[in-house]
């Protein structure tokens, strides 16, 4: 009977480990598919064909005309690369730092961390600099990025260091994001005062959130960085689901908790940071995505951080193809979509919540 009963657990874990894996697979086949059709529509409009033959032309032997190659190629495919490794970066940003600090509005929106970043990599485009006083050389990506990190790891230790002393309940880490996001806004507020009229336009610009600038050369840069952090936050999904039930639970299970906690927070932190130096302050998907990936694959790490990121991906991608096609050829700035989107759903959120969440 002993036998029969562990057989049936057995069965029943296995189907339903099968059905998360069937669902990574649907939101991967979507994201592709949005990928697609996200490049085949604009000012021109080309068939899924077209879209194949130019992006796998080389390696099918087909050749497509020149000029559908170059829009495809230099311009579309670029930005929307750009839209899914943001997408991606936010959303299994927001997945980690919920499960990490208990915490089911954490993002790097609302923990002040994309306002840290997005002042750091302000500082680099309106003065010309890193912090440390190494130029630019044409608004080098690098050092872009690395000022947004300095200052996104330590809006999130302002952040921590505020909980730990005061309890590290949900309203305390709401409240002090909100502080330190506003320190961050007012240091960027001065930069754009003090800035000259061509940085303040770039900057202005930059601060809504948008995939104008983006090329393949950005993608080769960012493309191992965030999947170098995925492999990280990977490897210790296991710990974060102790964590998630709290750090006495977790110490119990043989997690080291200091150090998980520490080189999780700087993972996603250096994710958001340079997600935001390549493509500005883009609001609430971080939020958004691990929400909607948790009703579907439930609370498991180990598939929620790939789900939330293939979440953030299509949320992403689909807002900045509503951004440049609604009221074509004029573009809206994607973060006006995504804040349009997230900030209904984090009403929502505070609404829907039990009190228990706030404590």
Same mark, same amino acid.
């Given at each position: 009977?002993?036998?029969?009963?562990?057989?049936?657990?057995?069965?029943?874990?296995?189907?339903?480990?099968?059905?998360?894996?069937? +669902?990574?697979?649907?939101?991967?086949?979507?994201?592709?598919?949005?990928?697609? *059709?996200?490049?085949?529509?604009?000012?021109?409009?080309?068939?899924f064909k077209q879209v194949l033959v130019a992006i796998f032309g080389d390696i099918l032997g087909l050749q497509?005309?020149?000029?559908?190659?170059?829009?495809?190629?230099?311009?579309?495919?670029?930005?929307?690369?750009?839209?899914?490794?943001?997408?991606?970066?936010?959303?299994? @940003?927001?997945?980690?730092?919920?499960?990490?600090?208990?915490?089911?509005?954490?993002?790097?929106?609302?923990?002040?961390?994309?306002?840290?970043?997005?002042? &750091?990599?302000? +500082?680099?485009?309106?003065?010309?600099?890193?912090? *440390?006083?190494?130029?630019?050389?044409?608004?080098?990506?690098?050092?872009?990025?690395?000022?947004?990190?300095?200052?996104?790891?330590?809006?999130?230790?302002?952040?921590?260091?505020?909980?730990?002393?005061?309890? @590290?309940?949900?309203?305390?880490?709401?409240?002090?994001?909100?502080?330190? =996001?506003?320190?961050?806004?007012?240091?960027?507020?001065?930069?754009?005062?003090?800035?000259?009229?061509?940085?303040?336009?770039?900057? #202005?610009?930059?601060?809504? =959130? &948008?995939?104008? =600038?983006?090329?393949?050369?950005? +993608?080769?840069?960012?493309?191992?960085? +965030?999947?170098?952090?995925?492999?990280?936050?990977?490897?210790?999904?296991? #710990?974060?689901?102790?964590?998630?039930?709290?750090?006495?639970?977790?110490?119990?299970?043989? $997690?080291? $908790?200091?150090?998980?906690?520490?080189?999780?927070?700087?993972?996603?932190?250096?994710?958001?940071?340079?997600?935001?130096?390549?493509?500005?302050?883009? &609001? *609430?998907?971080g939020l958004i995505a691990p929400h909607i990936s948790r009703n579907i694959l439930g609370s498991d790490n !180990?598939?929620?951080?790939?789900?939330?990121?293939?979440?953030?991906?299509?949320?992403?991608?689909?807002?900045?193809?509503?951004?440049?096609?609604?009221?074509?050829?004029?573009?809206?700035?994607?973060?006006?979509?995504?804040?349009?989107?997230? @900030?209904? *759903?984090?009403?929502?959120?505070? $609404?829907?919540? #039990?009190? !228990?969440?706030?404590?």
């Open positions: 009977m002993e036998n029969k009963n562990n057989y049936s657990i057995e069965s029943f874990y296995k189907e339903f480990i099968k059905k998360k894996k069937f +669902i990574l697979v649907i939101l991967i086949a979507l994201t592709l598919f949005t990928m697609t *059709f996200s490049i085949s529509i604009g000012s021109m409009k080309f068939t497509s005309e020149e000029m559908t190659q170059y829009v495809i190629l230099s311009i579309r495919f670029p930005r929307v690369m750009l839209a899914v490794i943001s997408g991606m970066a936010l959303g299994a @940003a927001g997945a980690v730092m919920q499960g990490i600090l208990r915490n089911p509005l954490a993002s790097p929106y609302t923990l002040g961390v994309s306002s840290g970043a997005a002042f &750091g990599a302000a +500082i680099a485009i309106v003065m010309g600099k890193s912090i *440390f006083g190494l130029k630019l050389v044409q608004t080098s990506p690098f050092l872009i990025a690395f000022n947004a990190f300095v200052f996104g790891a330590l809006s999130l230790a302002l952040v921590y260091l505020i909980g730990k002393i005061k309890g @590290a309940t949900t309203t305390i880490l709401l409240l002090s994001g909100v502080a330190v =996001g506003s320190l961050f806004s007012a240091g960027i507020s001065v930069l754009k005062y003090f800035s000259n009229n061509e940085a303040l336009r770039n900057l #202005d610009l930059w601060l809504m =959130g &948008g995939f104008w =600038g983006a090329n393949l050369k950005n +993608i080769k840069i960012l493309s191992p960085v +965030i999947l170098l952090c995925f492999i990280i936050l990977i490897k210790y999904s296991s #710990d974060i689901n102790a964590l998630s039930m709290g750090e006495d639970i977790a110490k119990t299970l043989g $997690v080291n $908790v200091k150090r998980t906690i520490l080189l999780t927070l700087i993972t996603v932190t250096f994710m958001a940071s340079a997600t935001i130096a390549f493509s500005g302050v883009i &609001g *609430f998907v !180990k598939y929620l951080i790939i789900g939330s990121a293939f979440v953030g991906a299509l949320l992403l991608l689909l807002s900045d193809t509503l951004a440049r096609t609604i009221i074509s050829p004029i573009e809206i700035p994607v973060g006006i979509v995504t804040s349009l989107i997230g @900030a209904p *759903f984090f009403i929502y959120i505070l $609404v829907k919540k #039990d009190k !228990k969440h706030w404590e």
